[in-house]
């Protein structure tokens, strides 16, 4: 077929088309479209328009605005279409419609003298959107209540956003650290771990977790941190997420624990060897029948007192341990103290 000339200008393509081309491009329109006058007598409307609201489009002309979307018989309260009277521009508001969410838009039609003649009305399906919104909400809301803190940065790891737990924890707001690295606050000999995460998520990875420190004041904090990547609209990586909990007084508690076990080893290593010792012997002269049973008695007195020697030096640690300032888990004081 020659195509050569088809639709070279709008009359010729309108001409061609067999019927109005103005129609069609309404009809080809998804949103519910209308044209309406001053008044808001609707003057033309587009195949959405009459499915949405029930009535065949040439039911639509000649009928008010209000009345097939709202039932009323005037204008309602805060309709876009008069708020635009006054603006001159576009106007919208949302409606909730038969268990849907529409957006209602009115763009005012001007004469030459800027005097509102009519507008286009456009009705748009947001309840995806809207969903969208209130789920995106949630999980803000989510987010920012957090105990755990929580670091949204670019691909290259400059701080874009950080909710209250972060700003808690690192010590600066949220204004205050945009545009800085989240590796700012690490330790030099930390800084390569981070690195090293960063990059391989920014190059495909799935993210990971890791342990390290960051420098707070004058302080160092021991924090686990997760990091995976945020996608775009496009599903490229256009960013990273950073989950960071602070683990400091688990170490602390760690460490006391540890401390702990080795003085109670260090306290129960000698005696309890020598008694042990002690009561190899006794036996070997039990079995030569090279000792009397008298003599057997007076050596067990003696290594019970050794043992309840190490038994008081246990329970002056234990209270020692219990009674102190090391951020021990509360369970284990309160077993230490005999509770």
Known sequence: ??????????????????????????????????????????????????????????????RHCYEVVHGTTDFIKGCPFVRSWESRRRESYTLFISGRWYRLSADPLLDAEKNVVGAIHIITDVSDIKRIDEIRSHLAAILETSEDAIIGTGRDGRIVSMNASAERLFGFNTAEAKGRSVIDTV??????????????????????????????????????????????????????????????????????????????????????????????????????????????????????NHLDQVARNLADLDHAVASSDGEIPEVYRQFLAGK
């Not at 070279?8 to 088309?17: C, K, M, N, R």
């Not at 990059?199 to 707070?216: A, D, M, N, P």
């Not at 004058?218 to 996608?231: K, N, P, T």
């Not at 688990?250 to 009561?279: F, G, N």
């Open 1 to 62: 077929m020659n195509t050569t000339d088809y639709g070279a200008s709008l009359e010729a393509l309108e001409q061609q088309s067999g019927e109005d081309l103005w129609q069609r491009v309404f009809d080809a329109i998804e949103d519910p479209l209308f044209i309406q006058n001053v008044r808001g007598v609707i003057l033309q409307a587009n195949r959405a328009a009459g499915v949405m609201l029930g009535l065949s489009r040439e039911a639509l002309v000649g």
């Open 187 to 304: 330790p030099d000999a930390k800084k390569e771990d981070w690195t090293v995460a960063i990059s391989r998520v920014v190059g495909g990875g799935t993210g990971g977790h890791f342990v390290s420190e960051i420098v707070v004041g004058d302080e160092v904090r021991d924090v686990s941190v997760g990091i995976s990547h945020v996608l775009n609209e496009r599903g490229v990586i256009g960013g990273l997420s950073f989950i960071i909990h602070d683990i400091s007084a688990q170490r602390r508690a760690e460490r006391a624990l540890v401390a702990y076990v080795t003085e109670a080893a260090l306290r129960m290593k000698v005696p309890i060897s020598a008694v042990s010792q002690e009561l190899d012997w006794v036996t070997a002269l039990l079995d030569k029948e090279a000792i009397t049973p008298s003599e057997v008695a007076s050596i067990l007195r003696v290594q019970k």
